[in-house]
């Protein structure tokens, strides 16, 4: 069955940068792109950037420009996630979730990570 | 960005009875005959699980009580009978003019 299983919560300095991984399983991985989403407490959901897993091509929330950074190792599977110069508005949950892209762009997720909350503070 | 916003924020339920949430673009959401419009619950302590994609199409696995309706910007979310699981946090989300894609405040359920 589709797996995608996020590595452990942490704790980060303001200023520092976090890289949270997101390991898929259960499918083919080139067959459907990555999104991050991440939930800051009592907040709704809030879309940041997804990599097209088969051509490495990204795209971000402008929101997070110079900051964000998506990657995927395709030998193992997983997809990353980078986000630099961290500030305590960025404590959250950050979830990956799987999509297949439609037709016309369309995608919709189909699949959650379990979630990696990041927090930061000083 | 496209603007969502979702009505009521919170919503008691009553097991058995039906229950509506509803979702509203601040731009139609149609192309090619379609409405990129998806609806995602998020149950406590859960991750995100798809509900409904493109308005009206049940994702694998959604009991046929739940149901997708609407068009243009207007969008609607059914029970047709309420359950003790389905209390969580309803979303809808735009999937037309990406990127972004832009989620709605989000709509507690919980039983009464």
């Known amino acids: ?122 | 960005d496209i603007v969502m916003t979702q009505s009521p924020l919170s919503l008691p339920v009553t097991p058995g009875e039906p229950a509506s949430i509803s979702c509203r673009s601040s731009q139609s959401l149609q192309r090619n005959g379609y409405y990129y419009l998806d609806w995602y619950l998020q149950k406590p302590g859960r991750s995100p699980q798809l509900l409904i994609y493109l308005a009206s199409h049940r994702a694998a696995g959604v009991p046929d009580r739940i149901s997708g309706s609407g068009s243009g910007t207007d969008f609607t979310l059914k029970i047709s009978r309420v359950e003790a699981e389905d209390v969580g946090v309803y979303y809808c989300v735009q999937a037309l003019q990406t990127p972004p894609w832009t989620f709605g405040q989000g709509t507690k359920v919980e039983i009464k």
């Open chain 1, 1 to 122: 069955q589709v797996q995608l299983l996020q590595s452990g919560a942490e704790v980060k300095k303001p200023g520092a940068s976090v890289k949270v991984s997101c390991k898929a399983s259960g499918y083919i991985f080139t067959d459907f792109s990555m999104h991050w989403v991440r939930q800051a407490p009592g907040q709704r959901l809030e879309w940041l950037g997804w990599i097209n897993t088969a051509n490495d091509f990204t795209r971000y929330s402008q929101n997070f420009q110079g900051r964000l950074t998506i990657t995927r190792d395709t030998s193992a599977t997983t997809v990353y996630l980078e986000l630099s110069s961290l500030r305590s508005e960025d404590t959250a949950m950050f979830y990956c979730a799987r999509a297949t892209i439609g037709d016309n762009g369309y995608q919709h997720l189909d699949n959650w990570g379990q979630g990696t909350l990041v927090t930061v503070s000083s």
